[in-house]
């Protein structure tokens, strides 16, 4: 079975600070995706990055980043000096196969909510 | 492009009362999901689809039926509503087959409360 993990249910920080935001998965698979998604206050699910299991590189994209390492199952995200707007809930999720076919499930993690406060 | 489209958007049952919330995309994905949201979790998935005629169960499908009688529409019928599916409701679409990475694409959701 897979799980996701997102241990940290809010954080606060004040804006210009940098935070991260910590995910950790299990998988029995070893061809799986990971996903970061951000909701909003308006509710919407808007896709922020998606990393393959064979990829460990590191991302960078303008002030987000993200930290995959399979040795310990985990998909971190960073906001570097964060701005109000960043105020949202971050989803991490994992995406696996359906049964045999080529459909896939994406199993959320329960959400971390960030405040940013001015 | 529309993208995917629920309706309503917000929706007030009573106990036993049914009803379906409406998805349609227009991007020609294959496969297409339904996922509830309850208040401070994340989103579980109740029932998906690989193409025109085929629907299976997801984690939670008591309670809930889909259809699938074309590419773009499926919907979620509820029948006999009670308070435990008081939730936030979104449909979702992704590519098909081997482009299929489970990147999904979702609508803006339907806030359903049952009393």
């Known amino acids: 079975a897979q799980k996701v993990t997102q241990a940290q249910t809010e954080i606060s920080v004040v804006e210009k600070e940098d935070v991260t935001l910590d995910c950790v998965y299990e998988?029995?698979?070893?061809?799986?995706?990971l996903f970061w998604y951000k909701q909003p206050p308006s509710g919407e699910l808007v896709f922020l990055i998606r990393?393959?299991?064979?990829?460990?590189q590191n991302e960078i994209s303008g002030r987000y980043s993200w930290n995959f390492q399979k040795s310990t199952s985990s998909f971190n995200f960073t906001i570097t000096a964060s701005h109000v707007v960043d105020s949202a809930v971050y989803f991490c999720?994992?995406?696996?196969?359906?049964?045999?076919?080529?459909?896939?499930?994406?199993?959320f993690g329960s959400g971390t909510q960030l405040t940013v406060l001015p | 492009n529309a993208g995917v489209t629920q309706t309503p958007k917000f929706r007030i049952l009573k106990i036993g009362q049914s009803m379906t919330l409406q998805c349609t995309q227009d991007m020609n994905h294959n496969y297409m999901y339904w996922y509830r949201q309850d208040p401070g979790m994340g989103l579980k998935l109740i029932y998906y689809s690989v193409g025109a005629g085929i629907t299976d169960k997801g984690e939670v499908p008591n309670g809930y039926n889909v259809s699938r009688s074309t590419t773009e529409d499926f919907p979620l019928r509820l029948e006999l509503a009670a308070p435990s599916q008081t939730s936030v409701y979104f449909c979702?679409?992704?590519?098909?087959?081997?482009?299929?990475?489970?990147?999904?694409?979702f609508g803006e959701g339907s806030r359903l409360t049952v009393l």
């Open positions: 979702a679409s992704s590519y098909p087959g081997t482009l299929n990475t489970g990147e999904l694409f």
């Open positions: 990393r393959n299991s064979f990829d460990e």
């Open positions: 999720a994992l995406s696996v196969l359906i049964s045999s076919g080529s459909a896939r499930q994406l199993t």
């Open positions: 998988t029995r698979d070893t061809t799986y995706y």
